[in-house]
């Protein structure tokens, strides 16, 4: 709390409102001197700093390691101790996708190690070819010429749909102008940039489900909203802290004797990332064991259906977008 002497003047310099005590009932701005010295200055700081990272870990432990209560402190009035819903999912993003540029996957690597591999199982499992021009693997797919003429003289059989054709159109583009080892290259990195996007779109849909298998004069669609924010902060700090130990470990090494920890802490985060939405809509929605379960069951099933045509659709649109 602030020690700064409190003004004579009982105007609000933020809002302009009859301030009688400390704070403003308006805005909520204290209202103290805000000519203050350098220690003021580095005391305020300080106490800011103190209350923040109390929040913060308060917030990280409850969120780790306690399911829905941070949900239930929110939406009960208990705000203060703990980040905001919004702040706290920015805040891990922030930081979860800082890490993944500052440590980005070592992809082209492990193609120049299991490149050989992967086109041999291309020609073995389809009928696009795979051939090497100066050391790139390029696929080799039939001219838009010989489409075309197929289009215009072929059998029905031969021809190609409207979609089909404009497919293959795109895909001739893309692999004239780059390799396989291009291709995946560049949709790995533009997946892993665009990841919050894709979450973004995903938190309304998971927030709906939920409203719909709720009851809709007990709960609003805000309740929801924040139980989905908290639980994809839960998702993206355990990615963040997995992410984080794999690297950690990988310095030492594939073959180091600590390498079976990397294995057993994903082992771990994967099962509580599995589990952690049951207990967390039990204690949330206040059901029975077994009808939480149930819903669970069904809404973890549904929202990964939902999940995948979503991503399905948004690797389409990184494949015929690349250049």
């Known amino acids: 709390m602030s020690h700064s002497p409190i003004r004579k003047d009982k105007t ?3 809002c302009r409102h009859v301030v009688e005590q400390k704070f403003c009932p308006n805005c909520g701005q204290e209202n103290t001197d805000s000519r203050k010295t350098f220690h003021h200055l580095f005391i305020h700081f300080f106490e800011d700093l103190t209350h923040y990272e109390n929040a913060f ?24 101790s703990y980040l905001a819903p919004v702040r706290l999912y920015i805040f891990i993003s922030f930081i979860t996708f800082l890490m993944i540029a500052l440590f980005p996957s070592k992809v082209a690597e492990n193609l120049d190690k299991s490149g050989k591999g992967v ?16 050391g790139n693997r390029h696929f080799e797919l039939k001219p838009m010429k010989e489409i075309d003429s197929i ?10 749909s409207e979609f089909e054709y404009w497919s293959y159109e795109k895909v001739i583009h893309v692999t004239e102008h780059n390799t396989i080892k291009e291709i995946i290259i560049k949709f790995v990195d533009s997946f892993t940039h665009n990841i919050p996007k894709i979450l973004f779109i995903i938190m309304p849909l998971f927030a709906f489900f939920l409203w719909l298998f709720h009851d809709k ?4 669609y805000f309740d929801h909203g924040i139980f989905t924010l908290h639980y994809f902060s839960f998702l993206l700090l355990i990615f963040l802290i997995l992410f984080i130990i794999n690297k950690v470990i990988g310095l030492f090494g594939e073959n180091s004797p600590i ?3 990397s294995d057993i802490t994903n082992f771990i985060g994967i099962i509580w990332m599995c589990y952690y939405f049951y207990p967390a809509h039990h204690r949330f929605y206040g ?11 069904l809404l973890f099933w ?16 990184i494949f015929i977008n690349l250049h």
């Open 217 to 220: 004069k007990k709960w609003y």
């Open 259 to 261: 390498a079976f920890i």
């Open 119 to 134: 086109s041999t199982k291309l020609e073995k499992n389809s009928k696009v070819n795979v051939k090497t021009f100066n």
């Open 287 to 297: 059901e029975s064991r077994f009808v939480s379960f149930v819903k669970s069951v």
């Open 151 to 160: 289009q215009k003289y072929g059998t029905e059989k031969e021809k190609l």
């Open 57 to 80: 870990w308060k917030t990280i432990r409850n969120l780790l390691f306690k399911p829905a209560t941070l949900t239930k402190e929110y939406l009960s009035g208990k705000r203060l």
């Open 302 to 317: 549904i929202n990964s259906f939902f999940i995948l045509f979503l991503l399905t659709i948004y690797v389409f649109y």
């Open 12 to 14: 609000c310099l933020n």
